[in-house]
């Protein structure tokens, strides 16, 4: 059996979670965009100012930060630092055969932790309850990256 295959159910699990990363990383985006377009500000190049069908009536402080659109434009930002590694290491992970029991865990560990790293960003959470879901995230990618290395290793 092809440890890429819908038969495999470790595979399976790495594709529900690689699908709900990918949705929130692209739903991150829209909800940035809504914000945008709620607050009519937020908007970050000069051609930005341009009228058109989206902006009929720019202003020079359209271009200010605005806290309520570049906090979710932070969270996108942070998603795209740190999912798609968790996506190339959980393939690289499904490669090597782990147990399922350990690869669900993993995986829905990880989508779970970037979730609520999504919540207490935008929600202003202290630093350090951000902080705690990221590293959460970012660990348990280290440990996949550890284990597939470790098993062609050795």
């Not at 058109?52 to 605005?66: M, V």
């Not at 960003?121 to 705690?132: G, K, L, N, P, V």
Request: net charge positive.
């Amino acid at each position: 059996m092809s440890p890429f295959s819908m038969d495999n159910p470790v595979f399976v699990s790495y594709v529900i979670a690689a699908c709900l990363m990918v949705l929130k990383i692209l739903g991150q985006g829209w909800v940035t965009v809504y914000r945008m377009m709620s607050s009519n500000s937020g908007l970050i190049n000069p051609e930005d100012l341009k009228p058109g069908p989206a902006n009929r009536n720019p202003r020079p402080d359209q271009l200010e930060l605005n806290d309520y659109v570049d906090r979710s434009r932070r969270v996108q930002r942070n998603d795209l630092e740190n999912i798609p590694a968790f996506l190339a290491c959980g393939l690289i992970f499904v490669a090597v055969g782990p147990p399922l029991v350990l690869a669900n865990i993993f995986f829905v560990a990880f989508v779970l932790a970037r979730l609520a790293h999504t919540w207490a960003y935008m929600t202003s959470q202290r630093h350090e309850t951000r902080a705690t879901f990221y590293t959460i995230g970012s660990v348990i990618t280290i440990i996949m990256a550890l284990y597939a290395l470790a098993a062609a290793v050795f």
